[in-house]
């Protein structure tokens, strides 16, 4: 199973980036998608996250300015961030929960997954 990011890249503080992640192989399904960043010498942390059902949850410094949403039929996730500041800047990974089908006799398997992380800068 992989997850592939993209969107992120440069954009001036106020603006807006949209960033998306595809999870493809065996999927059998997905449970919560999500997105976290990394800035250089902090901790990863979360983002927003979304359930299958549409359920979100939203980090409190993006609340109001993000949107997190999903295409259950793509399997795929949508970080829509708008008025952004610098200190939103940092490196968003994407993470899903991926239950993946291990035989032919339908044995299952849990998986949390990782993407390799897309770039967002923002300038002042």
């Known amino acids: 199973v992989q997850l592939v990011e993209s969107g992120g890249g440069l954009v001036q503080a106020g603006g807006s980036l949209m960033l998306s992640c595809a999870a493809s192989g065996s999927i059998f399904s997905i449970d919560v998608m999500g997105w976290y960043r990394q800035a250089p010498g902090k901790q990863r942390e979360l983002v927003a996250n979304?359930?299958?059902?549409?359920?979100?949850h939203y980090g409190d410094s993006v609340k109001g300015r993000f949107t997190i949403s999903r295409d259950n039929a793509k399997n795929t996730v949508y970080l829509q961030m708008s008025s952004l500041k610098p200190e939103d800047a940092a490196v968003y990974y994407c993470n899903a929960g991926v239950t993946v089908l291990v035989n032919i006799e339908g044995a299952k398997r849990s998986l949390e997954v990782w993407g390799q992380g897309t770039p967002v800068t923002v300038s002042s």
């Open positions: 979304i359930a299958s059902g549409g359920s979100t």
